[in-house]
């Protein structure tokens, strides 16, 4: 499915998201594909790449899900902050809540690509796209968020730890749409960390990034999420590490431990943009730099 192929698609726009669930339901049923658009930062620029369909081959209906009201907003109740799949990254940027209590979200959003893209750019198609190397999956599993998704069967809150698969692959269904995710908001003064490492400060696809939080009381980690991205076939929540972090107070655990255990977390490879050794070894910088600066603290 080629670029040059985009004007033979079907294209619709969804109404609501009840209107929405029911056509991938009917359609999911027949063996149809549907595409869902929003900002289109991905799917257009995959496009150039992609070899022409097969002869015969139907292609997707392409819906435009970008004005939905139901995955638009993003809303604060209390400590518990929802942000719909259709959220741009721009808006994460600038909302005020999230700028003072969740500052990791902005930096990370800030790094996606110039203005324009992130005027563009949503939150669901980050997640949906499922790359190893999304910026805004690493963010949130630092937060611990929760993905929902929505059908004409109801909703279904999946753990975004428990979200992918394998390679741009995840639990999502065909009758599916990701709809919104939710997370608790850090307590005031939690220490943060997003570092990416790429050929440019911004739009550029990350070599290595780590988005990591902790809430420490005495000498002790009490909330710990870390993401760490382009270094396993889905985003690393490195486990093995967080299991450390909570094992001891914090000046036992030294930067050796550090290291095994995120050797156990990572399984970087060779491609266009990097190597395995480089990986690994910016890897390990990343994560003992955010534990010494948790010691300091």
């Not at 431990?257 to 990986?279: C, K, N, Q, V």
Request: charged share 20%; proline share 6%; glycine share 8%.
């Amino acid at each position: 499915m080629s670029l040059a192929e985009l004007p033979a698609h079907d294209f619709a726009r969804a109404e609501s998201l009840a209107g929405l669930c029911r056509t991938l339901a009917d359609r999911a049923s027949r063996g149809e594909e549907t595409v869902l658009l929003a900002g289109g930062t991905d799917w257009i620029v995959e496009r150039h790449l992609a070899p022409p369909s097969p002869a015969g081959k139907p292609l997707p209906l392409v819906v435009d899900v970008s004005r939905l009201e139901e995955l638009r907003g993003i809303r604060v109740s209390g400590e518990e902050v929802r942000i719909g799949a259709a959220a741009t990254l721009l808006e994460i940027r600038r909302h005020p809540v999230l700028t003072r209590r969740a500052p990791l979200l902005g930096a990370m959003a800030k790094d996606v690509g110039a203005v324009q893209i992130q005027a563009r750019g949503t939150l669901g198609g980050n997640l949906a796209t499922a790359s190893p190397a999304a910026d805004g999956v690493a963010a949130l599993a630092a937060l611990d968020a929760t993905i929902v998704l929505a059908s004409a069967r109801g909703e279904r809150h999946v753990p975004l730890q428990q979200f992918y698969t394998g390679y741009k692959k995840s639990v999502r269904m065909a009758d599916e749409v990701i709809a919104h995710v939710h997370f608790h908001l850090p307590r005031l003064g939690a220490h943060w960390v997003w570092r990416k490492v790429g050929t440019r400060l911004a739009q550029s696809i990350s070599k290595v990034a780590l988005a990591g939080l902790a809430e420490v009381l005495g000498p002790r980690i009490v909330r710990l999420g870390l993401g760490m991205a382009s270094v396993a076939p889905t985003t690393a929540f490195l486990p093995n590490v967080k299991a450390l972090a909570r094992s001891g107070p914090l000046p036992t655990i030294t930067d050796a431990a550090l290291d095994a255990a995120l050797e156990m977390d990572i399984a970087p490879i060779d491609d266009l943009r990097s190597t395995a050794s480089y990986r690994r070894h910016v890897a390990h910088a990343l994560l003992r730099n955010f534990f010494a600066s948790l010691r300091e603290a």
